[in-house]
């Protein structure tokens, strides 16, 4: 049977992530343990080979960031007992007026790596409450296999359209935020110009209008 060609990279790239999820840190910063693949059924994983770089080798599924759709395999707009139900209880968090933020520390240290996600209910249309925005400051997830925390920033911006559009600081670093609108992709940089974490966004929305949820001294550049 010839199988087509538009389902080799994703075939191939399950198969690698089954055979590698096991070796993942055992830390809810992962994303992945116990997760449900049909997230990404609407992931387009087929289209993730545009954001290789030459030389690079698939990233596994559950460490794939896919701009404007998942990290891992957490997707946007999935909802929020779901996401919960597989990372189980954030270690902190905040909520109101239909809106929240969940956080988790890798091995619950929270001088460890970061993931964070903010929520938010459609009140009157849909009481769901879902993931608008995915941070993550751990090098395991990556772009691609030379886009990931650690590396050098100037490398996303050989890829993306990335405009300054904040700055922040965290934990007495100050941060510059990068994004790119239309890519539903955010960087940030440290003052040495290297990236300390990566933020995924709905397409086409500014990731400052859910920033200040995760950074309330978030300074937007207008």
Known sequence: MNVPR??????????????????????????????????????????????????DKPVPLAQLIVPGISVGQTAINEGSEVVHKKLGKPDGGDAAMGKSVSIWYANHDTTGYITQMYFSRDMGNDETSRVKQIRVTSPWFKVSNKIYAGMPFKIAESVYKLKKIATFEDKGGKRSLYDDVKGGIGFEVDDKDIITGIVIHETGREATGTYLAFFPNLKPIK
């Not at 075939?11 to 997760?35: G, H, Y």
């Open 6 to 55: 538009y389902l080799i990279v994703p075939i191939l790239a399950v198969a690698i992530s089954s055979c590698q999820q096991n070796k993942a840190p055992k830390s809810v910063d992962t994303i992945a343990e116990n997760a449900d693949t049909t997230v990404l059924d609407n992931a387009k994983v087929a289209d993730t080979t545009a954001i290789e770089m030459p030389g």
